[in-house]
């Protein structure tokens, strides 16, 4: 079946303009991840959705990061005022409810100038 | 807290021989535990995972892994490596007695299997 689709796969945008990145997880996944895969920092937790409760924010590292689930399915990941430092890979995953296994999408890669 | 290491940043092996990626894990309670791979310019694809019962876990493409909870350690290991093999390697931890699910990665190693 299909996988975790992201979009855009790359997105290059100038410092100061906000960003949205999108995620489609796998149909009747109930949990849905955002992770950032940087050389400095290597993979970091952003913020975790499962099912109706509130999501669990605690890596985001900015007030600048934002996401949304809508629907209970696509994820919206918004960066405003976006910094140099934002540069990354941003990789998005999902898993079914009984099981901890997550499964990535191929992520978006952020270039900030 | 918890946390990941992976020791060695490249592992270099010759095709035909067996190969370990070494991972190491701190949780405060008990672990689950995965593997996972990443080749050139793609996401991250699950090799295997530790959640309770045997010790010794097999996975996709041949690899397995031993969870040995008095050293900490989940090593990746496989019998006979591929030069397809190469790519980059994450072990990953979460611990279970916390209702947080995120995943907390090491650094990676790079495996570069040689012809």
């Known amino acids: 079946g299909a996988g975790v689709s992201q979009s855009p796969s790359n997105k290059v945008t100038e410092k100061g303009k906000d960003v949205e990145l999108r995620c489609d997880p796998i149909?009747?996944?109930?949990?849905l991840y955002w992770y950032r895969q940087s050389l400095g920092q290597g993979l970091e937790f952003l913020i975790y959705?499962?099912?109706?409760?509130?999501?669990?924010k605690s890596g985001l590292p900015s007030d600048r990061f934002s996401a949304e689930r809508t629907g209970g399915s696509v994820s919206t990941l918004t960066i405003q005022r976006t910094q140099q430092e934002d540069s990354a890979v941003y990789l998005c995953?999902?898993?079914?409810?009984?099981?901890?296994?997550?499964?990535f999408g191929p992520g978006t890669r952020l270039t900030v100038l | 807290a918890q946390s990941v290491a992976q020791p060695e940043d490249q592992v270099n092996v010759a095709e035909g021989n067996p190969l370990t990626v070494k991972c190491t894990y701190s949780?405060?309670?008990?672990?689950?535990l995965f593997w996972y791979v990443q080749y050139p310019n793609r996401g991250l694809q699950f090799l295997l995972k530790?959640?309770?019962?045997?010790?010794l876990v097999k996975g996709s493409y041949g690899f397995e892994a031993e969870f040995n909870k008095s050293q900490t350690s989940f090593h990746l290991k496989k019998p006979s490596a591929l030069v397809s093999d190469s790519a980059l390697y994450f072990c990953?931890?979460?611990?279970?007695?916390?209702?947080?699910?995120?995943?907390?990665f090491g650094s990676g190693t790079r495996l570069q299997v040689q012809p």
């Open positions: 995953a999902s898993s079914p409810f009984s099981d901890d296994t997550q499964y």
């Open positions: 149909s009747g996944h109930t949990a």
């Open positions: 959705f499962q099912g109706n409760s509130a999501p669990d």
């Open positions: 949780v405060s309670g008990n672990p689950y």
């Open positions: 530790y959640i309770t019962g045997d010790n």
């Open positions: 990953a931890v979460r611990d279970r007695g916390t209702g947080r699910r995120a995943l907390t």
